[in-house]
T-cell receptor, first 115, second 116 residues
Framework: DTAVSQTPKYLVTQMGNDKSIKCEQN?????MYWYKQDSKKFLKIMFS???????INETVPNRFSPKSPDKAHLNLHINSLELGDSAVYFC??????????????FGPGTRLTVT | AQTVTQSQPEMSVQEAETVTLSCTYD???????LFWYKQPPSRQMILVIR??????QNATENRFSVNFQKAAKSFSLKISDSQLGDTAMYFC?????????????FGQGTILTVHP
């Protein structure tokens, strides 16, 4: 009964390849995100979608293209992978709980290794 | 733009003792939320505790509590009766209300080690 799920959890690929990461949430939230955690463990927002509409694009290279087919899904496609893309990518979703409190939950992360 | 600073790269504590992790932030927003997330070696980001800026009362969740000092822009996490399972990296995070759609701005993280 996972709230936010991502596939795959591990991805090893060569430079120049294209790859996708998928994310799904069953929390009924309206907003979803992609975050990147670098080798120093620093976490930074990449994209945010609200009801399938792109809201935030934080100066991410054009090689990264998010897509939201519906508000429960947010995928990340990466073209022409580079060594510097190696990182852990987290999907998250956010909304208001039944008690009215704002909450944001993360998926398990996808460790991408580019060789 | 908001910034979040965690000035303690590493902390350690003996099992059953209490430890406090520090966090300061800078913002011009009046409506915002603050969070502490835990990231154990499994890398899962786990929400530990949240605080709404408009609430004066400090949030508590079992052994975890915060000291929210809005004027000082400080948001520390106190872990009481530390357990071995608390060993993890802890991130302080800020989220503005309004049209920012809740993106989180994270601090650099604090590695907490609980010793038996």
């Amino acid at each position: 009964d996972t709230a936010v799920s991502q596939t795959p959890k591990y991805l090893v690929t060569q430079m120049g390849n294209d790859k996708s990461i998928k994310c799904e949430q069953n929390l009924g939230h309206d907003t979803m995100y992609w975050y990147k955690q670098d080798s120093k463990k620093f976490l930074k927002i990449m994209f945010s979608y609200n009801n399938k509409e792109l809201i935030i694009n934080e100066t991410v290279p054009n090689r990264f293209s998010p897509k939201s087919p519906d508000k429960a899904h947010l995928n990340l496609h990466i073209n022409s992978l580079e060594l510097g893309d190696s990182a852990v990518y987290f999907c998250a979703s956010a909304g208001t709980s039944g008690s009215g409190t704002y909450e944001q939950y993360f998926g398990p992360g996808t460790r991408l290794t580019v060789t | 733009a908001q910034t979040v600073t965690q000035s303690q790269p590493e902390m350690s504590v003996q099992e059953a003792e209490t430890v406090t992790l520090s966090c300061t932030y800078d913002t011009s927003e009046s409506n915002y939320y603050l969070f502490w997330y835990k990231q154990p070696p499994s890398r899962q980001m786990i929400l530990v505790i949240r605080q709404e800026a408009y609430k004066q009362q400090n949030a508590t969740e079992n052994r975890f509590s915060v000291n929210f000092q809005k004027a000082a822009k400080s948001f520390s996490l106190k872990i009481s009766d530390s357990q071995l399972g608390d060993t993890a990296m802890y991130f302080c995070a800020f989220s503005a209300g309004g049209t920012s759609y809740g993106k989180l701005t994270f601090g650099q993280g604090t590695i907490l080690t609980v010793h038996p």
